[in-house]
């Protein structure tokens, strides 16, 4: 695998970009998105998480010649639920489009890896039985001074964000919104095992 530039490089850049060699864990994610459609989250869904999953997905849906399920492993301890909702936006287009999507839950499956997880093509999610499950309220950290006017913008954001996630949540498995607001309200993060996933609705089998 080699990455090319649009820029044009000076001899030294040209012989460096040469030499790149990617690392293990870099040719098993090209092999399975090039070999197998399957595409790997690990570690914390961020903007690049986000940029790379969607033009993935978007690579994949554009052959429409070939129609076999796009797959998406994850194995994440949650991050940004901006990126979340764009992740789960792109397999939602892919499903419209006609291109079923299986999604497989690993060692770790929390906050914003849920709803990646359970967005998947009914009957074709999946979870270790071991995997540790989490979903909560959203929350936000701050660091610095804020004037009332950006609280109260913050607070709004808090609000509408909460919500989306909340209908992601109860409309892709069997929890209901007073499930939901409970295990919130009760705890202020609500973990189970990929055993219980399956009972709650996020997945249709284990593997």
Not at 130 to 143: A, C, E, K, N, Y
Request: overall charge negative; aromatic content about 10%.
């Amino acid at each position: 695998m080699r990455f090319k530039g649009r820029y044009k490089l000076d001899h030294e850049q040209e012989v460096v970009a040469s030499a790149y060699k990617p690392t293990f864990e870099e040719e098993i994610i090209y092999n399975d998105f090039k070999k197998r459609r399957t595409i790997s989250i690990n570690g914390e869904i961020n903007e690049k998480t986000e940029f790379l999953t969607n033009h993935m997905i978007q690579q994949l849906c554009n052959d429409e010649n070939n129609r076999q399920p796009i797959k998406i492993k994850v194995s994440s301890p949650g991050g940004s639920a901006l990126a979340c909702f764009s992740i789960v936006d792109s397999i939602e287009s892919a499903k419209k489009k006609g291109f079923p999507v299986i999604t497989e839950g690993y060692s770790t499956v929390m906050s914003a890896a849920v709803p990646i997880v359970s967005s998947g093509t009914v009957g074709m999610r999946r979870s270790q039985n071991r995997s540790r499950w989490m979903t909560h309220d959203v929350g936000v950290f701050l660091i610095g001074s804020l004037s009332g006017e950006e609280i109260s913008r913050l607070n709004s954001d808090i609000q509408e964000t909460s919500k989306m996630y909340e209908e992601i949540i109860i409309s892709t498995s069997k929890m209901t919104s007073e499930q939901f607001r409970e295990h919130c309200s009760k705890l202020s993060e609500f973990y189970f095992w990929g055993k219980d996933a399956l009972e709650l609705g996020f997945v249709d089998e284990l593997f």
